[in-house]
């Protein structure tokens, strides 16, 4: 009788390290796994990161002080939905450059080797065009915003650009990943303001140290190889003393989230703001878990952990959420 697994996916069909019973396998047709694996469809856990901060501005923006007569206190649903789409897209349109930039050192790593440009599964050429197709739905979902957010977006192509090329020069690609993938901190706020002001500022800040210290946790997993090939990361920086910069990492974030809080005028006590502040406590302790728990030699925990880092993110989320919810119950004075 056939396998179970093997009529799945073929080792030689999927990246090594890719989650067998994924939707990918189970639900698309096999020409367009290579595909989904350029974009990473099938770890989701990428493009929840990106998410994050875009969630997180779009629903601190409608909190701050002085909100116009169309605020609820809530983010637009229109906004999120957006974000969400956007994200895939562009996550998956990141990826696939990388993959362009990267594949030779791809194919001197374990873990990369299968993916489809090292592998021979997709050529070049049909990896761009499927690049240009990615973009094209980011950027249409990037005009639904307002001209200000438009251009704040395009901008943020510069630091999506540079970062595959900072692992060769540079200890800290970690930190052009964040710039990167935490820009979602000042779009949220700029689709809804149409500006930016010091929160979102500050929120960006913070979430630039969060991506630093979850993709050190990451690149955990490839630190032999890597120093085999000559690439560059805070894993390979950090080595032993990597619990102590995740703290200084992560207590950075929870300071500049707090200050971003504040900034945007939610106090945190006596008012409806406090379950946002909550939830940096309950966010903290779970970066306490992270840092307790990690076992820097131990690739298949560092990588659950590094998942974990979504939990954050609904945990911060919810908590603005609910300060949003909160507010609305509250009296409306008059004077």
Known sequence: MTNLKTSLAEPTDRVSDAALYNWVYRLLPRAIWPYAQLARWDRPIGWQL??????????????????????????????????????????????????LVDQKIDDKVARTRSRPLPSGRVTRLQAKLFLVAQALVGFIVLIQFNLFAVLLGIASL???????????????PQLGLGLAFSWGALMGWAADRGSLTLAPLLLYAGAILWTIGY???????????????????????????????????????????????????????GGPSWPAYIALVIGAVQMIWQISSLDIDDPDQCLALFKSNTVFGWIIFFGLIFSGLWSLSMPVAVG
């Open 50 to 99: 990106l998410l994050w901060p875009c969630w997180w501005s779009a629903a601190l923006a409608p909190q701050a002080v002085a909100p116009s007569a169309i605020h609820t206190g809530l983010p637009s649903l229109w906004h999120l939905f957006l974000f969400l789409v956007g994200s895939i897209a562009m996550r998956g349109a990141g990826c696939t450059y990388n993959d």
């Open 158 to 172: 510069a630091t999506v650009a540079i970062y595959p090329f900072l692992k060769r020069v540079t200890d800290w």
């Open 215 to 269: 993709d050190t946790i990451y690149a955990h997993q490839d630190k032999e190889d890597d120093a085999l090939v000559g690439v560059r990361s805070t894993a390979r920086l950090f080595g032993s003393r990597t619990r102590e910069a995740l703290s200084v990492l992560y207590l950075g974030t929870i300071i500049l989230f707090f200050a971003a809080f504040a900034a945007a005028g939610m106090t945190p006590a």
